[in-house]
């Protein structure tokens, strides 16, 4: 069964900072992988996603996230943060069974952008 | 844009009560699923369904059960509410992916059950 790790449960950082968010997975087969954001009461919505190609993903709101097979990592990025980046954000894997993508959610990092 | 709708945004219930809980998709989408998100332990998926009257279980599915007679609704059913159930319960949609591949799921804006 695949998993993933999110090791850091809370990240503040100040605007205009760079910001890293650290995602591991572990799985024995081929995973697509996924960012998602949650603001303040709202549900969830994609950043962005890796289904194959070019390991560098560029998605919304200026964020970026490198797969690197090798370390099992999907690192989520952004070089300059705004207040209003301040939400949760979850990486996600899908292991493909043919009926479906049923997604694996990490626990959550709580990103707060300060002034 | 897809829109996902969930009866209610905030739900208040006895112990013992049995409880339900819609999501609509306007989008025809084949998949739907239902989570339940809480403090330091993300989403986990309680039940999704690939098509009308099909459903298969996720990661906890004790304590419900769930329905899709329609394409667009997707019905979370606690047959019996307990203390344990209290939590936020987010519903989501996705069509099939091409070639296999899986798709993106959009999601409705969650329902905050309290169970006392």
């Known amino acids: 069964a695949q998993s993933v790790t999110q090791l850091d449960s809370q990240v503040p950082v100040f605007e205009e900072a760079p910001v890293e968010l650290r995602c591991n997975y572990s799985s024995s087969v081929s995973v697509y992988l996924f960012w998602y954001v949650q603001y303040p009461n709202q549900g969830l919505q994609l950043l962005l996603k890796?289904?194959?190609?070019?390991?560098l993903v560029k998605g919304i709101n200026g964020f970026e996230a490198e797969f690197n097979k090798s370390q099992t990592s999907f690192h989520l990025r952004k070089p300059s943060v705004h207040i209003s980046d301040t939400a949760e954000y979850f990486c996600a894997v899908s292991v493909s069974t043919g009926g479906g993508n049923k997604l694996t959610f990490g626990t959550g990092t709580q990103l707060k952008v300060e002034l | 844009d897809v829109k996902v709708t969930q009866s209610s945004r905030y739900l208040v219930k006895r112990t013992g009560e049995k409880v339900f809980l819609e999501c609509v998709q306007d989008?025809?989408?084949?998949?739907m699923f239902w989570y339940r998100q809480d403090p330091g332990l993300g989403l986990r998926l309680i039940y999704f369904s690939y098509d009308v009257k099909m459903k298969e279980k996720g990661d906890i599915p004790e304590g419900y059960s769930v329905s899709r007679e329609k394409k667009e609704r997707f019905s979370l059913i606690l047959e019996s509410a307990s203390t344990n159930q209290t939590s936020m319960y987010l519903c989501?949609?996705?069509?099939?992916?091409?070639?296999?591949?899986?798709?993106?799921?959009?999601f409705g804006p969650g329902t905050r059950l309290t169970v006392t």
């Open positions: 989501a949609s996705s069509p099939p992916g091409l070639a296999g591949l899986p798709n993106e799921q959009y």
């Open positions: 989008m025809d989408h084949e998949n």
């Open positions: 890796y289904l194959s190609g070019s390991t």
